[in-house]
């Protein structure tokens, strides 16, 4: 990591880094809390890590394991961005079809979280009953932060409240 000087290198860091975001990868992210990781966060992890490498995917998919999505009853689950597609209680067959599916631009309609009130398949986490009724203050940036990459905190804007 380059060492800043300044407020003024934070902002300039903040900025080159939303910049060098290419829109058009797509990005796996893996909540790895603790009751993800109860529930086989880390084996779905390694899969995807695995499936990216054999298939030599990391030009056109990115890895993000974070902290809590807070959707616990769903563990482990899997977010893809930009697109915004949620797949609720992953396994690790799944996560291989779904690395698959990411490259290919495609939707698994059978792994999309299901409406228990209408039966319903929900593709976009935002739409989902237990997060639609949300406004994520204090978790709402927590699928854009791998807590041990300080540069996806950076991007997100954070520490730049050192700045006003």
């Known amino acids: 990591m380059e060492l800043l000087h300044s407020i003024d290198d934070l902002e300039l860091l903040h900025n080159r880094l939303i910049e060098d975001t290419d829109p058009k990868i797509s990005t796996i992210v893996i909540p790895a809390s603790t009751c993800a990781q ?18 030599k995917l990391t030009e056109k998919i990115q890895l993000r394991v974070t902290g809590c999505h807070g959707f616990c009853q769903m563990e482990p689950n899997v977010l893809i961005e930009p697109r915004g597609t949620f797949y609720p209680t992953v396994n690790m067959k799944d996560m291989a079809r779904i ?39 204090i978790m709402g940036q927590n699928d854009k932060v791998d807590p041990i990459r300080i540069y996806n905190y950076i991007e997100v804007g954070g520490y730049l409240s050192f700045a006003g």
């Open 38 to 55: 109860a529930s086989g966060a880390n084996d779905i992890i390694r899969v995807a890590k695995k499936e990216i490498l054999k298939k």
């Open 99 to 137: 690395v698959e599916a990411v490259a290919e631009d495609e939707v698994l309609d059978d792994l999309l979280y299901t409406d228990s009130n209408t039966g319903k398949h929900i593709e976009k986490a935002k739409d989902i009953p237990f997060f639609k009724m949300q406004a994520r203050t």
